[in-house]
T-cell receptor, first 114, second 114 residues
Framework: DADVTQTPRNRITKTGKRIMLECSQT?????MYWYRQDPGLGLRLIYY???????NKGEISDGYSVSRQAQAKFSLSLESAIPNQTALYFC?????????????FGPGTRLTVT | AQSVTQLDSQVPVFEEAPVELRCNYS??????LFWYVQYPNQGLQLLLK??????LVKGINGFEAEFNKSQTSFHLRKPSVHISDTAEYFC????????????FGKGTTLSVSS
């Protein structure tokens, strides 16, 4: 079984709809992250969480919100989806205390907003 | 704040040729450096990382990278590429002390042809 899972893997939604992307991990890591990937722009950080009660905005948080329901679960919500939020979304995890902060990525969710 | 510049957006090479993918970073603090690979329609996978010690680091699939502090570079190399190395490659940096989230470059698409 994959260590970092994302659901759904693909989603098509309409402008103005609320949508939630979910991420779960079995690695036991305390840190979790949401990124979006756009062609030619690389990965950009949306939100990150260093533990259940510590949530931080990233580079491009406008239009998004997150919830850390448990150490293993980190959800990303688009309150009112718009077409320029069409992208590939990745969840990642890392472990504090190792000094390296290497991140492990999920398989991604391809979101299309029409 | 940190930033990462990948100097080539696309690198076409023939099979069995050597390749170098260039990465420069900017940071006012000490950093960890990473290279990730993304095969078509997949998530990101860690190729290699520089944490400390030897400036030449070896990763998976025959790749290696050299950390050059004076030139703030972390170029990725492989002496002989295969068709299967066709993928997108991302250089990333994180703050060694604060352990913040990764900052990614925009990616380099490596295309290997026969």
């Amino acid at each position: 079984d994959a260590d970092v899972t994302q659901t759904p893997r693909n989603r098509i939604t309409k402008t103005g709809k609320r949508i939630m992307l979910e991420c779960s991990q079995t690695k036991g890591h305390d840190r979790m992250y949401w990124y979006r990937q756009d062609p030619g722009l690389g990965l950009r950080l949306i939100y990150y969480s260093f533990d259940v009660k510590d949530i931080n905005k990233g580079e491009i948080s406008d239009g998004y919100s997150v919830s850390r329901q448990a150490q293993a679960k980190f959800s990303l919500s688009l309150e009112s989806a718009i077409p320029n939020q069409t992208a590939l979304y990745f969840c990642a995890t890392s472990e504090s205390g190792t000094g390296a902060y290497e991140q492990y990525f999920g398989p991604g969710t391809r979101l299309t907003v029409t | 704040a940190q930033s990462v510049t990948q100097l080539d957006s696309q690198v076409p090479v023939f099979e069995e040729a050597p390749v170098e993918l260039r990465c420069n970073y900017s940071s006012s603090v000490s950093v960890y450096l990473f290279w990730y690979v993304q095969y078509p329609n997949q998530g990101l996978q860690l190729l290699l990382k520089y944490l400390s010690g030897s400036t030449l680091v070896k990763g998976i699939n025959g790749f290696e990278a050299e950390f050059n502090k004076s030139q703030t570079s972390f170029h990725l190399r492989k002496p002989s590429v295969h068709i299967s190395d066709t993928a997108e490659y991302f250089c990333a940096v994180s703050d060694r002390k604060a352990g913040t989230a990764l900052i990614f470059g925009k990616g380099t698409t490596l295309s290997v042809s026969s």
